[in-house]
């Protein structure tokens, strides 16, 4: 059964008569309980637009969100966030960050299961010695790796991710991207990953959306992975499903991008270069 229901939403900012500000159109997007859903997508398509419609932040100029049958109204603990820009609360240490997530989803727990379950998913994303910092004394991968473990802390049923791991190195990239599967997996959660990493969302998703280039943005074809889980990332490479897959969301997206570039309707002069401007400081 559908867990989310986007239903023919369209989405403007700051409509005027001069100014239509359409950013989203005629979104369609249903996702089953369970189901990893990848969303791709160029910046400043509407992404991050769409994930806070999903999360409650925003709303629909027309059209709805359905979560569970029901329409969102607003945010909720059963739907946990990690937002692109992380949204931690300034003045609060990690540990107070994730303690305040944890108080909203589980009111009732006694004061030391709250404080083991903070502890835990700090320790989970590897922050342990910062667990006393405040977020201006953290790295933007830092701050990111918060922003992971107090959405995942809340065991929400509806795991949002927007561009979640865009700040962080390789090899922490990758360890965040199987714990995120390892949660999934085990306490049998929903997903919706946007990303602009076609493999990233291969490894991840059961199913890949790409969102066409706006202004007037719209889903494109979806493109379903059918690579076994869990699935082995260092044979990824070799996996003739993987590289099928692959191809033919990049093929996609690269028509796509010649496309937006042809309808492009500003022109670039490229400035002349003279031989002598490729002489660095020359006497
Ligand atoms: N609050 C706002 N008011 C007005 N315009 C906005 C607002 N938020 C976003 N926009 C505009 O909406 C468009 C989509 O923005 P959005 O942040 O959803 O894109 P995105 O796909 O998430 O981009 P990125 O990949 O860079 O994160 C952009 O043109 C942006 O300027
Ligand atoms: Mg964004």
């Not at 369609?28 to 991050?48: Q, R």
């Not at 190195?169 to 306490?187: K, P, V």
């Amino acid at each position: 059964m559908a867990i989310l229901e986007l239903k023919n939403i369209y989405k403007t900012y700051n409509h005027t008569k001069e100014y239509k500000g359409e950013i989203l159109d005629n979104i369609n997007l249903s996702i089953e309980e369970g189901e990893f859903v990848a969303i791709v997508g160029f910046s400043g398509s509407g992404k991050t637009t769409l994930v806070n419609m999903v999360n409650g932040l925003l709303k629909p100029t027309e059209g709805e969100v359905l979560f569970k049958q029901k329409p969102v109204t607003g945010t909720s603990h059963e739907r946990g966030v990690i937002f692109q820009n992380y949204s931690l609360l300034p003045w609060l240490t990690v540990y107070q960050n994730i303690d305040v997530a944890i108080q909203q989803a589980f009111p009732k727990a006694s004061k030391q299961e709250k404080d083991v379950r903070v502890k835990e998913h700090i320790e989970m994303v590897g922050l342990t010695h910062a667990t006393n910092k405040r977020p201006k004394e953290l790295s933007g991968g830092m701050r990111q790796r918060v922003s992971v473990a107090r959405a995942l802390s809340m065991n929400p049923e509806m795991i949002i991710m927007d561009e979640p791991l865009g700040a962080l190195d390789a090899l922490t990239r990758g360890n965040l991207q199987d714990e995120i599967l390892r949660i999934w997996e085990t306490s049998k959660r929903t997903a919706l990953l946007i990303t602009n990493d076609v493999d990233e969302a291969i490894y991840m998703a059961d199913r890949i959306i790409p969102l066409n280039p706006g202004p007037k943005a719209t889903l494109g074809p979806e493109f379903k992975v059918n690579i076994e889980r869990p699935r082995d990332k260092t044979s990824l490479n070799d996996n003739p499903e993987y590289k099928k897959t692959r191809n033919q969301i990049m093929e996609y997206l690269m028509d796509l991008g010649e496309q937006q570039a042809a309808q492009s309707t500003v022109e670039y002069e490229l400035p002349e270069i003279q031989p002598k401007d490729f002489r660095w400081h020359s006497k």
